[in-house]
Nanobody
Framework: VQLVESGGGLVQPGGSLRLTCEVS????????MSWVRQAPGKDLEWVSG????????YTADSVKGRFTISKDNTKNTVYLQMHNLKPEDTARYYC?????????RGQGTQVTVSS
């Protein structure tokens, strides 16, 4: 299984980014997926998850209303759309198998929110 995240970068507070996770070795059609993040000096934090049916999603309170997870089964890809970014969203973001923080994940993509 390989998970490759992209789309991170430096953005000003209030800005938006869309993260992409290209998955190989497993079908996202048959697999629940999550986005997790880790800020410097902090534990890994679960951000959002999507059930394999694609219709049920869950989002952490800290990002609710600002972040949206989705997937494209035909591209075997998972996305995280992030709006109204805040400095406290600064972290390395990882795509992960399953609905928690324990699943296999990729190398991550860095998101930095700063003016």
């Amino acid at each position: 299984v390989q998970l490759v995240e992209s789309g991170g970068g430096l953005v000003q507070p209030g800005g938006s980014l869309r993260l992409t996770c290209e998955v190989s070795g497993v079908s996202v059609r048959a697999q629940a997926m999550s986005w997790v993040r880790q800020a410097p000096g902090k534990d890994l934090e679960w951000v959002s998850g999507i059930f394999r049916d694609g219709t049920n999603t869950y989002t952490a309170d800290s990002v609710k209303g600002r972040f949206t997870i989705s997937k494209d089964n035909t591209k075997n890809t998972v996305y995280l759309q992030m709006h109204n970014l805040k400095p406290e969203d600064t972290a390395r973001y990882y795509c992960a198998l399953g609905l928690g923080t324990n699943g296999s994940r990729g190398q991550g993509t860095q998101v930095t929110v700063s003016s």
